[in-house]
């Protein structure tokens, strides 16, 4: 997440030695021997901290992913879930944050791939959540600045 990036939340999840950030013990463990234990293991974290790449006036959240690994946690399988969310990202309704994802989020997004991994990205899978069933499972934080895409 650019958002977490900007932040300073990714480093700090990731390098104060205060949490058991799952990205890198995902990242150490041998795909081809282990893949399965990696599937059950990012299913269902204890945690989820990102972003959206759209929040419409009535409360819906727009997420996009190319591989889609990350949206089942966030719509079900995670414990908690954070957004942390630039104000930027507010929209007047899903058409409209569609238009985002795909106009504005995905061109972006596709040259960052490029440039940090040498592939493109794509939006191939997209999580609408248009009600949260268990509502102190997820927390969204508005921040009153231009973060992330």
Known sequence: SQTLEATGIADDIERSGRYQPLRLRLYRMDREMQRREMRALGASPDYVVGSVHAL???GSLLI???????LGPLASGAGQVIFVIGAQKIVSDVATGM?????YCYPLEDARARRAYGVP?????????NKVMTPSRVTAIIVKERLGF
Do not use: F, K
């Open 56 to 58: 419409t006036e009535d």
């Open 99 to 103: 238009r985002r994802i795909y106009e």
């Open 121 to 129: 990205s794509g939006v191939n899978n997209i999580l609408i959540v």
């Open 64 to 70: 996009a992913s190319a591989s889609g690994s990350q």
